[in-house]
């Protein structure tokens, strides 16, 4: 199955940006063929969907908590996936994992069961 990797995290003040990047882990599986979203878990939360890009990017999806401030992406050359993630707040502090997705009313869900170390975002003064 696809094995996606992240990269991009790290430490930022109240209102700044990060941009995430996922990747697959073996350079011959094409990105372009899925639907890849991103998903986060904080501290003592259960993991949540928080956005999803078709194929093709004929749509993206947000949840309600990022919408306006994130942004999700495609390269198809670079076979990335980036989360662009503006405006950020204490309360998006987590660990931010990549992974085939759908999206079920207003849930983000992976179709995948296989999940990577993820990114460690951490937003603080």
């Known amino acids: 199955q696809l094995q996606l990797v992240e990269s991009g995290g790290g430490l930022v003040q109240p209102g700044g940006s990060l941009r995430l990047s996922c990747t697959s882990s073996?350079?011959?599986?094409?990105?372009?063929?899925?639907?890849v979203g991103w998903f986060r878990q904080a501290p003592g939360k259960e993991r949540e969907g928080i956005s999803c890009?078709?194929?093709?990017?004929?749509?993206?999806y947000y949840v309600d908590s990022v919408q306006g401030r994130f942004t999700i992406s495609r390269d198809i050359a670079e076979n990335t996936v980036f989360l662009q993630m503006n405006n950020l707040k204490p309360e998006d502090t987590a660990v931010y994992y990549c992974?085939?997705?759908?999206?079920?009313?207003?849930?983000?869900?992976?179709?995948?069961?296989?999940w990577g170390q993820g990114t460690q975002v951490t937003v603080s003064s």
């Open positions: 890009i078709s194929v093709r990017d004929r749509y993206t």
């Open positions: 073996r350079s011959s599986s094409s990105l372009e063929y899925y639907a």
């Open positions: 992974a085939v997705c759908t999206v079920v009313g207003d849930r983000v869900l992976s179709k995948s069961d296989y």
